[in-house]
Protein backbone atom coordinates (compact mmCIF):
# COMPACT_ATOMS: atom_id res chain seq x y z
CA UNK A 1 0.00 0.00 0.00
CA UNK A 2 1.69 3.29 -0.98
CA UNK A 3 -0.31 5.15 1.07
CA UNK A 4 1.04 2.75 4.22
CA UNK A 5 4.43 3.29 3.22
CA UNK A 6 4.22 7.69 3.04
CA UNK A 7 2.17 7.62 6.06
CA UNK A 8 4.80 5.25 8.04
CA UNK A 9 8.07 7.17 6.90
CA UNK A 10 6.34 10.38 8.16
CA UNK A 11 4.97 8.18 11.26
CA UNK A 12 8.94 7.27 11.64
CA UNK A 13 10.28 11.18 11.06
CA UNK A 14 7.83 12.76 13.18
CA UNK A 15 8.56 9.97 16.28
CA UNK A 16 12.45 10.64 15.74
CA UNK A 17 11.82 13.78 16.04
CA UNK A 18 9.36 14.03 19.05
CA UNK A 19 11.82 10.98 20.76
CA UNK A 20 8.75 8.81 20.67
CA UNK A 21 8.79 4.99 20.56
CA UNK A 22 5.75 3.07 19.29
CA UNK A 23 3.64 -0.01 20.56
CA UNK A 24 0.62 -1.10 18.57
CA UNK A 25 -1.65 -3.36 20.24
CA UNK A 26 -4.02 -4.61 17.30
CA UNK A 27 -7.03 -7.21 16.77
CA UNK A 28 -8.78 -6.65 13.23
CA UNK A 29 -5.53 -5.35 11.44
CA UNK A 30 -3.67 -8.49 12.53
CA UNK A 31 -0.56 -6.48 12.97
CA UNK A 32 -1.01 -4.58 10.26
CA UNK A 33 -0.19 -1.22 11.68
CA UNK A 34 2.87 -3.12 12.76
CA UNK A 35 3.96 -4.38 9.39
CA UNK A 36 3.64 -1.16 7.85
CA UNK A 37 5.82 0.85 9.91
CA UNK A 38 8.53 -2.28 10.09
CA UNK A 39 8.41 -1.98 6.52
CA UNK A 40 10.15 1.50 6.98
CA UNK A 41 14.09 0.91 7.13
CA UNK A 42 15.62 2.18 10.53
CA UNK A 43 12.13 1.72 12.22
CA UNK A 44 13.80 -0.31 15.33
CA UNK A 45 14.60 3.21 16.33
CA UNK A 46 10.95 4.11 16.47
CA UNK A 47 9.50 1.18 17.10
CA UNK A 48 9.54 -0.94 20.34
CA UNK A 49 6.50 -3.77 19.66
CA UNK A 50 3.35 -5.19 18.64
CA UNK A 51 0.89 -6.63 20.45
CA UNK A 52 -1.21 -9.04 18.16
CA UNK A 53 -4.57 -9.93 20.69
CA UNK A 54 -6.86 -11.45 18.51
CA UNK A 55 -8.42 -13.27 20.99
CA UNK A 56 -10.29 -12.05 24.13
CA UNK A 57 -7.69 -14.27 25.86
CA UNK A 58 -4.82 -12.44 23.82
CA UNK A 59 -6.28 -9.37 25.13
CA UNK A 60 -6.24 -10.34 28.67
CA UNK A 61 -3.03 -12.42 29.07
CA UNK A 62 -1.04 -9.81 27.00
CA UNK A 63 -3.13 -6.53 27.75
CA UNK A 64 -4.60 -6.66 31.15
CA UNK A 65 -7.73 -6.22 29.33
CA UNK A 66 -10.36 -6.92 32.40
CA UNK A 67 -12.65 -10.08 31.59
CA UNK A 68 -15.77 -7.95 32.89
CA UNK A 69 -15.60 -5.01 30.61
CA UNK A 70 -15.29 -7.86 27.57
CA UNK A 71 -18.23 -9.56 28.79
CA UNK A 72 -19.85 -5.98 29.64
CA UNK A 73 -19.05 -4.52 26.11
CA UNK A 74 -17.80 -6.82 23.93
CA UNK A 75 -14.14 -6.71 21.98
CA UNK A 76 -15.18 -4.05 19.78
CA UNK A 77 -15.89 -1.30 22.10
CA UNK A 78 -13.82 1.74 22.78
CA UNK A 79 -13.92 0.52 26.59
CA UNK A 80 -11.72 -2.73 25.34
CA UNK A 81 -9.27 -0.55 23.27
CA UNK A 82 -8.52 2.12 25.70
CA UNK A 83 -7.30 -0.75 27.96
CA UNK A 84 -5.45 -2.51 24.81
CA UNK A 85 -3.61 0.66 24.66
CA UNK A 86 -2.80 0.95 28.64
CA UNK A 87 -1.65 -2.69 28.34
CA UNK A 88 0.52 -1.84 25.36
CA UNK A 89 2.13 1.32 26.95
CA UNK A 90 2.83 -0.57 30.63
CA UNK A 91 4.11 -3.73 29.23
CA UNK A 92 6.31 -2.40 26.20
CA UNK A 93 9.19 0.56 26.10
CA UNK A 94 7.28 2.47 24.02
CA UNK A 95 5.95 6.12 24.93
CA UNK A 96 3.28 6.26 22.40
CA UNK A 97 0.82 3.33 21.28
CA UNK A 98 -2.47 2.88 19.58
CA UNK A 99 -4.85 -0.09 19.84
CA UNK A 100 -7.11 -1.31 17.39
CA UNK A 101 -10.58 -3.67 17.42
CA UNK A 102 -13.24 -4.10 15.20
CA UNK A 103 -15.09 -6.12 13.14
CA UNK A 104 -13.73 -6.82 9.13
CA UNK A 105 -15.94 -8.94 8.37
CA UNK A 106 -17.51 -10.78 5.99
CA UNK A 107 -19.77 -11.87 9.02
CA UNK A 108 -19.49 -10.86 12.84
CA UNK A 109 -21.25 -7.80 12.37
CA UNK A 110 -24.79 -6.39 13.71
CA UNK A 111 -27.15 -3.54 14.00
CA UNK A 112 -25.48 -1.92 16.76
CA UNK A 113 -22.22 -2.95 15.38
CA UNK A 114 -22.65 -3.61 11.66
CA UNK A 115 -19.11 -5.00 9.38
CA UNK A 116 -16.59 -2.46 9.34
CA UNK A 117 -16.90 -1.00 12.65
CA UNK A 118 -13.58 -0.45 14.03
CA UNK A 119 -12.76 1.39 17.69
CA UNK A 120 -9.24 3.17 17.87
CA UNK A 121 -7.17 4.27 20.78
CA UNK A 122 -4.08 6.41 20.94
CA UNK A 123 -2.45 7.17 23.63
CA UNK A 124 1.13 8.18 25.18
CA UNK A 125 2.87 8.81 28.53
CA UNK A 126 2.27 12.40 29.01
CA UNK A 127 -1.08 11.99 29.22
CA UNK A 128 -2.41 12.67 25.53
CA UNK A 129 -5.36 9.61 25.09
CA UNK A 130 -8.07 9.97 22.46
CA UNK A 131 -10.97 6.93 21.65
CA UNK A 132 -12.65 6.85 18.62
CA UNK A 133 -15.17 4.70 16.81
CA UNK A 134 -15.36 4.90 13.21
CA UNK A 135 -17.59 2.95 10.11
CA UNK A 136 -15.78 1.97 7.25
CA UNK A 137 -16.94 0.55 4.01
CA UNK A 138 -16.02 -2.24 1.72
CA UNK A 139 -15.07 -5.48 1.92
CA UNK A 140 -12.84 -7.30 4.89
CA UNK A 141 -9.39 -5.93 2.80
CA UNK A 142 -10.57 -3.07 2.35
CA UNK A 143 -11.66 -2.34 6.16
CA UNK A 144 -8.69 -3.48 7.57
CA UNK A 145 -6.41 -1.12 5.18
CA UNK A 146 -8.93 2.08 5.86
CA UNK A 147 -8.17 0.93 9.47
CA UNK A 148 -4.64 0.94 9.49
CA UNK A 149 -4.25 3.99 7.12
CA UNK A 150 -6.39 5.61 9.82
CA UNK A 151 -4.54 4.59 12.90
CA UNK A 152 -1.18 6.18 11.40
CA UNK A 153 -3.01 9.05 10.15
CA UNK A 154 -3.79 9.81 13.49
CA UNK A 155 -0.45 9.03 14.82
CA UNK A 156 0.93 11.26 12.49
CA UNK A 157 -1.38 14.63 12.63
CA UNK A 158 -0.78 14.35 16.41
CA UNK A 159 2.91 14.25 16.47
CA UNK A 160 2.62 16.93 13.64
CA UNK A 161 0.38 19.54 15.98
CA UNK A 162 2.88 18.92 19.18
Not at 101 to 129: L, N
Request: hydrophobic fraction near 40%; include cysteine.
Amino acid sequence: MESHQILSTELGRLLAKHHQVLATAESCTGGGVATAVTDIAGSSAWFDRAFITYSNEAKMEMLAVHAETLQQYGAVSESVVLEMVAGALKYSNATIAVSISGIAGPGGGSEEKPVGTVCFAWADTKGWQVVETVCFGGDRHTVRSQAVEYALKTLCDYLAEH
